[in-house]
């Protein structure tokens, strides 16, 4: 069994989407001491704070699972310079209501692919400004803004490209590290 069980937090809901793919990739390239559980967030009603004594199930179902896990780990698309608005909805719920922050203290590693040639750098600032602020360390070096290419992925859907490969095991060593470090 293992003694890390990582939360994992997709910011897209396409079905063939690139950080899907980015997120079980690198999911591979973990110790085995480290569990990473993708979480659903696409049944998630948008936050409305009249709810927060209410909350929906899949709200529910959210907040335990980041209660239950040792860290998190964030991979996000970036729509329009920002993160997506599915990901900021799930980050709102978890947070809420004030005082009930199922994100607090959660050692945290943002990352994220994109076709564009600056990956998804804007969309990862935003998102590690709103982690600052719930009291999430987030890992700050080495970041992560992943060109999409054709060799990106092979097609067993592992980290194709061996420049690739072995960035991403750097960072993935480097997060462990983080996650050990900060894990309550």
Request: proline share 5%; glycine share 8%.
């Amino acid at each position: 069994m293992s003694q890390y069980q990582i939360a994992v937090v997709v910011g897209s809901l396409r079905r063939d989407s690139f950080n899907r793919k980015l997120a079980t990739a690198i999911a591979k390239l973990g110790p085995a001491e480290f569990s990473f559980e993708q979480l659903r967030i696409d049944d998630l009603p948008l936050y409305n704070q009249d709810d927060d004594e209410n909350p929906a199930e899949s709200v529910k179902r959210l907040k335990g699972e980041i209660k239950a896990a040792r860290g998190l780990l964030f991979v996000t698309p970036e729509y329009n310079r920002s993160m997506p608005g599915v990901l900021k909805n799930a980050i709102d719920h978890a947070s809420r209501p004030y005082g009930q922050n199922a994100w607090a203290k959660k050692p945290a590693g943002v990352l994220g692919a994109s076709i564009g040639s600056i990956g998804t750098a804007v969309s990862q600032q935003h998102l590690r400004n709103s982690l600052a602020y719930l009291d999430v360390p987030t890992l700050g070096q080495p970041e992560a803004f992943i060109q999409v290419t054709d060799e990106l992925f092979d097609d067993a859907g592992n980290i194709g490209n061996a420049r690739s490969r072995k960035f991403l095991q750097r960072w993935m060593d480097q997060y462990v590290d983080w996650v050990r470090k900060h894990a309550a």
